[in-house]
């Protein structure tokens, strides 16, 4: 009787032990999930779920830091790599040949969307960089939040092509209303003497002299590109907006040259005396000259 007894109790004890080995039929069937952050910032740790989930874990589970990113950091450090931010966090890198370029293009509503890379299109929105929050460019701070564009198409086209012209500008609210008012007469059919006054007060309040301003209206309302208006087009894009009388007479000198008739060594010489007029460097010169030999314009001829 007692040794029955004492095979029943030792059988008890060892039977939990032998269905230990065997694993259980849920375990069997789930999936480790790997730590990850939720698009709201909150963080979900690792965990088992059951195969046959509908979502795919994401694999870009970056956390942003405090620390804004510094000169240093926001330089690839490895090669054929791209930075990925979470605002102004630099945050981690992906290989860029895991990702898909977007060249840059303009929206219906005149901004422009900066060249960029984004994940490759598969079924899950879960590791979509929009999804995640993940950007590989840093966000630009708006220049005039306030800034809206007219309603009409037109005119607003205008606009922007006058704003991107000035971007290097610094607008005030007085310079922004001279632009959104010249737009306006460069849309319409008014007087070339009314559109060249208002497109005067523009230029002028950006701080071009009156030849300067004449010259870029000129090219506004005409869209014609002589060898002159082109040369004004380029010291606008060099800062430069004033001329001095001397300065006035070698761009026009060197403006008349610039025809495929003319003796090759006059033009490069008039250039090199028009731009070192101008102070510009000595090494930028000649590059500068060959440019503009590369140039096809309707009219040689000075219009001023």
Do not use: C
Request: aromatic share 16%.
């Amino acid at each position: 009787m007692k040794k029955g007894l004492l095979i029943f109790l030792s059988f008890i004890l060892v039977f939990p032990l032998f269905f230990g080995f065997f694993p259980d039929n849920s375990e069997a069937k789930s999936t480790y999930v790997k730590g990850y952050y939720r698009k709201d910032g909150t963080y979900v740790k690792g965990h088992y779920r059951n195969t046959g989930g509908s979502s795919s874990p994401s694999k870009y589970d970056y956390k942003s830091t405090t620390t804004k990113p510094s000169l240093t950091t926001t330089k690839l450090t490895i090669k054929n790599t791209v930075n990925l931010y979470k605002g102004n966090n630099l945050v981690g890198q992906e290989p860029i040949n895991e990702l898909v370029y977007v060249k840059g293009y303009y929206r219906k509503d005149g901004t422009f969307v900066r060249p960029h890379y984004k994940t490759s299109p598969n079924h899950f929105i879960r590791d979509n960089f929009s999804y995640l929050g993940l950007s590989t460019l840093l966000p630009l701070e708006k220049k005039y939040p306030t800034y809206k564009y007219n309603l009409n198409d037109e005119i607003a086209s205008i606009e922007h092509y006058l704003y991107t012209s000035t971007i290097n500008d610094e607008l005030s609210t007085y310079q922004f209303k001279n632009l959104k008012d010249y737009a306006v007469k460069l849309n319409k059919s008014n007087s070339v003497n009314t559109t060249e006054l208002y497109g005067w007060l523009f230029y002028n309040s950006l701080g071009y002299d009156t030849y300067f301003s004449e010259a870029l209206v000129k090219f506004d309302q005409t869209g014609t590109l002589t060898s002159e208006l082109y040369l004004y087009q380029i010291l606008s894009s060099m800062g430069i907006k004033q001329l001095t009388y001397t300065q006035r007479t070698n761009l026009s000198a060197y403006a008349q040259s610039l025809s495929p008739n003319e003796n090759i060594n006059n033009v490069i010489n008039l250039g090199k005396i028009f731009y070192d007029s101008l102070g510009v460097a000595s090494e930028e010169v000649e590059s500068q000259i060959e440019l503009d030999l590369l140039q096809n314009f309707s009219n040689n001829l000075s219009e001023n």
